[in-house]
């Protein structure tokens, strides 16, 4: 996880409307007149950007097979077929695999005095280890006539939006403790957060190879695609003075 570093430009001021600001924000910005927030002249306020980075690793892992066969008669080869499928489907169910993970295509032709049936079927698995289960399985009990494909590793929808909210709140919450810290340094309490507004995000995929630099062994093979997200956000926060420095004055 990656943080942006933790320096904020302030400018200590007992007047009204004090506005400490983070150095990141740009001097051109500074000059402009500032969106309307409700912030009246006499709340003084704390700004500040707060960035974070994360990554996951995939969810699912779609396994395809594959049957087929030549025979003489259409019967024969489509009852061929037919049973090497029914063995498939029954291992991914018995490994706890939902049917709307399951998809099946068939394919048959004629070429002179043969019939050739061929049938693919995918298969979703979100339980890793039921996954190799299910292909050591039909590795194990099928012939040569059916083909199990390597896994293919992937993010669901849900993983990548749970990514998502996770890196803004992450972002969020760094903010949040860098405007606590300045607010330390400067004799100050942190007040209510009056505005918050994510200014960057970003998503990309790297494999695992790239990070360790090594081969892959079979444990990380599920990491080979990692996706990465980061978030910057900007927060202004209310500026307190302490009790104890109310009790001065």
Not at 28 to 42: A, C, E, F, V
Not at 74 to 92: F, G, K
Not at 190 to 197: H, N, S
Not at 217 to 230: E, I
């Amino acid at each position: 996880m990656a943080h942006s570093p933790s320096r904020v430009f302030t400018a200590v001021s007992m007047t009204a409307g004090d506005v400490y600001r983070d150095e990141n924000e740009s001097m051109l910005n500074r000059g402009r007149k500032q969106t309307p927030l409700h912030i009246q002249s006499s709340v003084r306020v704390v700004q500040v950007t707060g960035c974070a980075e994360l990554s996951c690793p995939p969810d699912r892992a779609t396994v395809t097979i594959s049957v087929k066969n030549s025979k003489e008669n259409v019967n024969d080869v489509t009852n061929s077929v037919t049973r090497r499928l029914e063995y498939i489907l029954q291992t991914a169910r018995q490994h706890d695999v939902k049917e709307e993970n399951i998809t099946v295509a068939k394919h048959l032709q004629r070429e002179e005095e043969l019939f050739h049936m061929q049938a693919e079927v995918l298969v979703v698995f979100s339980d890793f280890e039921k996954m190799q289960s299910a292909r050591s399985v039909l590795i194990e009990k099928l012939d040569k006539s059916v083909c199990v494909g390597d896994p293919y590793y992937s993010h669901s929808a849900e993983s990548l939006n749970l990514l998502r909210r996770r890196v803004c709140l992450e972002a969020v919450d760094n903010a949040r403790l860098k405007a606590s810290e300045a607010c330390g340094i400067l004799g100050q309490a942190l007040g209510r957060p009056l505005l918050v507004r994510e200014e960057e995000s970003r998503e990309w995929t790297s494999g695992q190879h790239e990070v360790t630099g090594s081969p892959l062994s079979l444990h990380q093979r599920t990491g080979v695609t990692l996706v990465s997200a980061s978030s910057r956000v900007f927060v202004t926060f209310e500026l307190r003075p302490k009790d104890n420095n109310r009790r001065k004055f």
